[in-house]
Every structure is written in structure tokens, then in C-alpha cells.
């Protein structure tokens, strides 16, 4: 007996989020979809992505960021000028400006404006600037900053390669970049917990908080696809960076890397 249209079951959603796993999966990979991707989605969970980046890392993320500001050794340089690449919610920069002594300037540049919308406020627009910009076409004269520094955002730009070329160019003599990043722990145990974690909990948490169905997904698939702390080093010195060192941070979870422009 064929079945009634109104029996027939529904495969609308189980359709819908099947593409949308696929665009994740294909973002995640470095897809031609990955910049509209991460671009849309980030611009989607501005609101509350301060709030998730404490919550899920339990706050964990604030001693990483310090840790990473450290390495940039603004110190030297303390009137200079400083870039946060993919600056999101200008966190990094905000964090900077308040560090006693310094008396530079920071240009947050990240091509989601909701994100930077978002963090208006959190420093003196004359200290921190929030520049429209994406990382792989920077407004900025060559040989003109005196350090950069991104957040837990590099594994977002469509071209690595690219981005970190283009940070070489705009870096002094001398200036130091670093990269802040998730990556996975070499601990097989740790890595077990990671993994569950980070595949089963945080998607979960991260889309209830957030109200947004593959932002939190998109993540830890982005993490598995970007390279192991040592491709990465290898990567910045083959684009043109000198004494370049890394470290693992909270048992392998992150990772600080640090090159110099010679």
C-alpha cells in the first residue's frame, strides 16, 4: 500500500544536516567554502563568544593569552606598534594596552566586523584600533610594525601560507610574530580526554550557549586539520621567519609558537 503523503516520513532535517556537515567538513579541510564559512559564522556567534571562549576553556584561555603576550616581547619596543591577526573581539589587543608601561599602539584587524563591533569599548580607541581587514590583504605599509601576535585564529585563514607571508611583510627588522593555537596532545590519555571532550562536550555546550548549529562543530575538526606544532615552525621558517621556537601549554592542549623577522 503506498504511503499517504502526510505518512511519509520527514528527511528534511536529517537533509539539512547532512549539508550542513558537509560544508563544516569541506571548511574545516581548507575548502573554497572555508573563508564565507568562517567569516559568516563568526559574525553570527559574536555575541557570545567571549562569554564560550571562557566557559568552554574554563578560563584557562585568559592564562594562555598572557602567556603568549609574554613571547611577543613588546617590552623592547613598548611605544611601538603592534597587530592582533584575526583579532575577533580584541581581547589580545585590550589585554595589551592595559599591560603597565606600555604606551604603544595596537591595530586589531580581523574581516568579521560583528566581532570587532563587539569588542568596541574594551580599550581607549587611541590605543587599540579595530581595522576591517583579512589577513591575507593587510592595510599596512611593509617593514611598519613592531610585533604581531593571533589568538586561536590562524587555523581560520583560507591560506596559511599567505597569511604568514603577509605578516612577515608588514613586521620590522627584528619584530617578533606569535601564534597562539589550539593543537593535539602528544599524551594518549590526555589526548582520549581531549578528543571527547572536544568532539562530544564542547559542540554541545557550544551550540546551546551560542545558538548556532555547526559553529562549535566547525572547531575541533578545524584544530585536527591544522598542522602538529613542529609542520607549523617549519612552515614559518620556510615564509622567511628566524629563531623559531614553540611550546606546549596545559599538557599539549595549545601551543605558543614565536618567529623573528631577521
Not at 591575507?136 to 611593509?142: C, D, H, R, T
Not at 584544530?223 to 614553540?246: C, I, S
Amino acid at each position: 500500500m503506498a504511503l499517504h503523503p502526510a505518512d511519509a516520513p520527514d528527511t528534511t532535517d536529517r537533509t539539512d544536516a547532512a549539508h550542513e556537515g558537509a560544508v563544516v567538513d569541506a571548511a574545516a579541510a581548507g575548502g573554497r567554502e572555508k573563508r564565507a564559512y568562517v567569516r559568516r559564522i563568526f559574525s553570527e556567534i559574536a555575541p557570545r563568544y567571549d562569554l564560550l571562549n571562557h566557559v568552554l576553556s574554563l578560563n584557562v584561555d585568559r592564562a594562555w593569552r598572557r602567556r603568549a603576550l609574554e613571547a611577543l616581547g613588546w617590552r623592547a619596543r613598548p611605544a611601538g606598534v603592534f597587530l592582533d591577526v584575526c583579532a575577533g573581539t580584541l581581547d589580545v589587543g585590550a589585554q595589551l594596552v592595559r599591560q603597565r608601561d606600555f604606551r604603544g599602539l595596537v591595530v586589531g584587524a580581523d574581516f568579521a566586523e560583528p566581532m570587532l563591533r563587539a569588542g568596541v569599548g574594551k580599550a581607549p580607541r587611541a590605543a587599540l584600533v579595530p581595522v576591517a581587514a583579512d589577513a591575507l590583504e593587510l592595510p599596512i605599509a611593509a617593514g611598519t610594525v613592531d610585533g604581531a601576535i593571533v589568538a586561536f585564529g590562524i587555523r581560520n585563514v583560507q591560506d596559511l601560507d599567505g597569511a604568514l607571508r603577509e605578516v612577515h611583510r608588514v613586521l620590522a627588522p627584528g619584530a617578533r610574530f606569535v601564534i597562539l593555537e589550539f593543537t593535539t596532545p602528544p599524551n594518549a590519555l590526555v589526548r582520549a580526554g581531549y578528543h571527547a571532550y572536544f568532539h562530544h562536550v564542547l559542540p554541545l555546550v557550544g551550540r546551546a550557549v551560542s545558538g548556532h548549529r555547526t559553529a562549535y562543530a566547525y572547531l575541533p575538526k578545524s584544530v585536527a586539520h591544522f598542522p602538529a606544532p613542529d609542520a607549523l615552525a617549519a612552515r614559518m621558517r620556510a615564509t622567511g621567519f628566524a629563531e623559531v621556537a614553540w611550546t606546549r601549554l596545559t599538557l599539549g592542549i595549545a601551543a605558543i609558537h614565536v618567529g623573528t623577522k631577521s
